[in-house]
Nanobody
């Protein structure tokens, strides 16, 4: 059974940092890219970042470039999203998903985690 479990969300003040984790199981980790997407209340879901182990592609949305860093620990089947300089507009539920990942975006999401809430106070 494919499982993706996010953790690391929470409440942080503006300017602070959080590191999200996405622990994957039930599939061959190296065969899939993993994407992070977020959905804020009343807004459409937005692709944030993704990483592909097979070809090294990464992608960052313009809104997070320079502040967020995605990384992968294949030995632990875990993808991380280090989020620095957080702003109130980063408040959202963050989901990880198996996906395709190119330098221009995330697409082809297949399996999803249940999400972790990030709240940034001003």
């Amino acid at each position: 059974e494919v499982q993706l479990v996010e953790s690391g969300g929470g409440l942080v003040q503006a300017g602070g940092s959080l590191r999200l984790s996405c622990a994957a199981s039930g599939f061959t980790f190296d065969d899939y890219a993993i994407g992070w997407l977020r959905q804020a209340p009343g807004k459409e879901r937005e692709g944030v970042s993704c990483i592909s182990s097979s070809d090294g592609n990464t992608y960052y949305a313009d809104s997070v470039k320079g502040r967020f860093t995605i990384s992968s620990d294949n030995a632990k089947n875990t993808v991380y999203l280090q989020m620095n300089s957080l702003q109130p507009e980063d408040t959202a539920v963050y989901y990880c998903a198996t996906s395709l990942c190119s330098t221009w975006g995330i697409y082809g999401m297949d399996y999803w985690g249940k999400g972790t809430l990030v709240t940034v106070s001003s």
